[in-house]
């Protein structure tokens, strides 16, 4: 399963981040994510015991969502989370050993970027996605001013402090989607909380492509 494949199905073009989560906890998040619409889920590394998580998610759900690795530094974390069942590699930074051994393994990559030059210099080691990171703190009309000179097939998601609230603008700019982390999931939040704000989400998005705000890029 791929991100395209996952939007193409009719879910939001969200990834929820799921930092903090626990391994005890993390199938009911994942569950509550499901039934809110929301099927592209990312562990970051920095949680606690995180590549149990990734094999419990990727184990009862991985038929259902795209489950992935979050906070990958080193190419051994890459080998580390593919280990685990992660299919998805996103990583807060432009490393091009993280996105070649992605590549290798044929996982999808999603490397942070703030300029162009790391913009670059992740497609040019294979990156078929970027990451626009902190994007709340660049802005939609930066991500504009980027997408006149990026690959109009290279989708750019916009991740950082990003969520219902921007969505709409962060789509109307050019991003493929935005990644949401603690507006839809904190350390400790009930799945049946989470499971409402993923709902609310894929609301929101079904209005915006109804309306015509659809991902670009």
Avoid at 5 to 26: C, K, S
Avoid at 69 to 91: E, F, M, N, P, W
Avoid at 96 to 107: C, T
Avoid at 196 to 217: E, N, P
């Amino acid at each position: 399963m791929t991100i395209g494949q996952v939007i193409e199905a009719g879910a939001p073009p969200v990834i929820a981040i799921l930092r903090g989560v626990t391994p005890e906890q993390v199938l009911d998040i994942g569950r509550g994510l499901l039934e809110g619409g929301i099927r592209v889920m990312e562990v970051p590394l920095n949680s606690p015991r995180p590549l149990e998580s990734i094999e419990r998610l990727r184990g009862a759900l991985g038929a259902q969502a795209l489950v992935g690795a979050g906070t990958v530094l080193s190419a051994a974390q890459v080998d580390d989370a593919a280990a685990a069942g992660a299919r998805l590699i996103v990583s807060p930074h432009t490393d091009p050993a993280v996105i070649r051994r992605a590549v290798a393994l044929g996982l999808e990559c999603l490397p942070g970027f703030t300029s162009p030059s790391e913009a670059f210099a992740a497609l040019a080691a294979g990156a078929p996605h970027l990451k626009l990171f902190p994007a709340a703190s660049l802005g939609p009309g930066y991500l504009k001013a980027l997408r006149e000179v990026l690959p109009r097939t290279s989708g750019v998601w916009a991740v950082g402090g990003t969520g219902a609230h921007d969505l709409a603008a962060w789509l109307e700019a050019g991003a493929a989607g935005i990644g949401v982390g603690g507006s839809l999931y904190r350390a400790g939040d009930a799945a049946s909380v989470v499971r409402d704000r993923a709902r609310a989400l894929h609301d929101l998005w079904r209005g915006l492509a109804a309306s015509g705000a659809r991902a670009r890029g």
